[in-house]
T-cell receptor, first 112, second 114 residues
Framework: GENVEQHPSTLSVQEGDSAVIKCTYS??????FPWYKQELGKGPQLIID?????GEKKDQRIAVTLNKTAKHFSLHITETQPEDSAVYFC???????????FGAGTRLFVKA | TAGITQAPTSQILAAGRSMTLRCTQD?????MYWYRQDLGLGLRLIHY???????GKGEVPDGYSVSRANTDDFPLTLASAVPSQTSVYFC?????????????FGEGSRLTVL
């Protein structure tokens, strides 16, 4: 089955700096790669996603890149703010699979 | 908008007792899921249901059962709880209109098994 690995497990940056979180997946049939943000005491919420027919997607300060050949995808947050502090999860799923498999999460600290 | 409602919010349970975690959605989504979240392990899929009347096993199904009698409800039952089932449990749903998409999560149920 699908396996998703996520690095780093913890990331600390200064406010205004960029943050990058990287994930790899194992099943070449996966074609949907979402990123979720989880704030303390809450359920995860989707912040951006990318499908396998696209290499990059941007939404304001957040961007995701996908390298299908290497089975890598990454989350980039620019101009970080204290409210970006949270746990971020990458995930992978495929059409008809009904299973979204998550990475272990990255705890991001943005220091003011 | 309620979205996904989970109950209870938290529970302490003696080992060997049974427990049902409740999950209701008001979005008329086809697919529903149960995940457990443990430190360092992320979110692991326990069971899922792609439509009312059908269920499937996820990554860590042992010790858990689910049912999907209707579109809105997807309860998770622990028949005989063990301490390793101490975790935060999240229910989620998705429209699942033929292609994978966003999961909508509840606020979680924290379960402690002693």
């Amino acid at each position: 089955g699908e396996n998703v690995e996520q690095h780093p497990s913890t990331l600390s940056v200064q406010e205004g700096d960029s943050a990058v979180i990287k994930c790899t997946y194992s099943d070449s049939a996966s074609n949907y790669f979402p990123w979720y943000k989880q704030e303390l005491g809450k359920g995860p919420q989707l912040i951006i996603d990318i499908r396998s027919n696209v290499g990059e997607k941007k939404d304001q300060r957040i961007a995701v890149t996908l390298n299908k050949t290497a089975k890598h995808f990454s989350l980039h947050i620019t101009e970080t703010q204290p409210e970006d502090s949270a746990v971020y999860f990458c995930a992978a799923s495929m059409t008809g699979g009904f299973k979204t498999i998550f990475g272990a999460g990255t705890r991001l600290f943005v220091k003011a | 908008t309620a979205g996904i409602t989970q109950a209870p919010t938290s529970q302490i349970l003696a080992a060997g007792r049974s427990m049902t975690l409740r999950c209701t959605q008001d979005m008329r989504h086809n697919a529903m899921y149960w995940y457990r979240q443990d430190l360092g392990l992320g979110l692991r899929l326990i069971h899922y249901s792609n439509t009312a009347g059908t269920t499937g096993k996820g990554e860590v199904p042992d010790g858990y059962s689910v049912s999907r009698a209707n579109t809105d409800d997807f309860p998770l039952t622990l028949a005989s709880a063990v301490p390793s089932q101490t975790s935060v449990y999240f229910c989620a749903s998705s429209p699942d209109r033929g292609a994978p998409g966003e999961l909508f999560f509840g606020e979680g149920s924290r379960l402690t098994v002693l």
